[in-house]
């Protein structure tokens, strides 16, 4: 439980491996590309979470594919379609998988484990991240309830970069450009956070990026702002200096 009314719950899926076939590739910035799988092996595919992460398994080196986490950024129980969205930097395998991606491929994902799910009905939420979190922030804008306020703070590298996102929720999005910066920096949304008002009443926030910034924003929210820990989910995607690293901060 988090504070009285709001609830949190962790729910277990089914762990299973799908061979997936892709169905559609569209390039939504000049560094984000969405890939639509499908196939039967869908049926039965659960994400409960917006957050939620599939594992996926790409060709590798001397045969031992590599796997990486991703978010179903939506899945259609009807047409049997999932799709992903890949940022395209590095060359690692996932990046060189998806800028060759093409209809008729196949690829092998398994889970999701499970999800945490977040019941709807805080006063107001607030959602950080750089572009590896936008997948799953796109996706909580979409499901949030109407009317809820809801504030959005992305780092992505310049204005070619930003996403149109939609919600019913009463939406304020702040967009932060790093130019020639490294990514991985916490200074520029820890700066945007610093700066930025919250709403009166109880809220959630959710923080996905860096490992190191992930961290950094969730201990100004609880030590700074007074945010209970249980309504802080702060999560790192990515490391620098590793590889195929996945950190949840909630101490």
Same mark, same amino acid.
């Given at each position: 439980?988090?504070?009285?009314?709001?609830?949190?719950?962790?729910?277990?899926?089914?762990?299973?491996? &799908?061979? #997936?076939?892709?169905? =559609?590739?569209?390039?939504?910035?000049?560094?984000?590309?969405? @890939?639509?799988? !499908?196939? *039967?092996?869908?049926?039965?595919?659960?994400?409960?979470?917006?957050?939620?992460?599939?594992?996926?398994?790409?060709?590798?080196?001397?045969?031992?594919?590599?796997?990486?986490?991703?978010?179903?950024?939506?899945?259609?129980?009807?047409?049997?379609?999932?799709?992903?969205?890949?940022?395209?930097?590095?060359?690692?395998?996932?990046?060189?998988?998806?800028?060759?991606?093409?209809?008729?491929?196949?690829?092998?994902?398994?889970?999701?484990?499970?999800?945490?799910?977040?019941?709807?009905?805080?006063?107001?939420?607030?959602?950080?991240?750089?572009?590896?979190?936008?997948?799953?922030?796109? &996706?909580? #804008?979409?499901?949030? =309830?109407?009317?809820?306020?809801?504030?959005?703070?992305?780092? @992505?590298?310049? !204005?070619? *970069?930003?996403?149109?996102?939609?919600?019913?929720?009463?939406?304020?999005?702040?967009?932060?450009?790093?130019?020639?910066?490294?990514?991985?920096?916490?200074?520029?949304?820890?700066?945007?956070?610093?700066?930025?008002?919250?709403?009166?009443?109880?809220?959630?926030?959710?923080?996905?990026?860096?490992?190191?910034?992930?961290?950094?924003?969730?201990?100004?929210?609880?030590?700074?702002?007074?945010?209970?820990?249980?309504?802080?989910?702060?999560?790192?995607?990515?490391?620098?200096?590793?590889?195929?690293?996945?950190?949840?901060?909630?101490?």
């Amino acid at each position: 439980m988090t504070q009285n009314r709001h609830s949190v719950e962790r729910v277990r899926h089914e762990l299973k491996r &799908r061979e #997936l076939i892709v169905r =559609r590739v569209r390039r939504l910035t000049p560094q984000m590309l969405r @890939v639509t799988l !499908a196939g *039967e092996a869908l049926q039965g595919f659960v994400s409960a979470a917006p957050d939620d992460h599939v594992k996926v398994f790409f060709p590798g080196s001397g045969g031992e594919p590599a796997a990486r986490d991703y978010t179903p950024r939506r899945y259609d129980a009807q047409s049997l379609e999932l799709d992903l969205d890949f940022v395209l930097h590095g060359d690692g395998p996932a990046a060189q998988w998806a800028a060759s991606a093409q209809p008729g491929q196949r690829l092998v994902i398994g889970g999701p484990r499970g999800s945490f799910v977040v019941s709807d009905d805080f006063d107001w939420y607030l959602l950080l991240g750089d572009e590896t979190a936008l997948p799953a922030i796109g &996706r909580r #804008l979409e499901e949030l =309830r109407a009317a809820t306020r809801v504030q959005v703070i992305i780092e @992505v590298a310049d !204005a070619a *970069e930003q996403q149109p996102l939609h919600s019913r929720a009463r939406l304020e999005v702040t967009w932060l450009h790093r130019g020639a910066g490294e990514p991985g920096q916490a200074e520029p949304l820890v700066g945007a956070l610093s700066a930025l008002s919250l709403p009166p009443g109880e809220g959630y926030a959710w923080i996905a990026g860096e490992s190191q910034v992930a961290r950094a924003l969730r201990e100004h929210l609880v030590h700074q702002r007074g945010l209970s820990k249980s309504c802080v989910k702060a999560a790192g995607y990515w490391k620098r200096g590793a590889v195929a690293t996945h950190e949840t901060h909630n101490d």
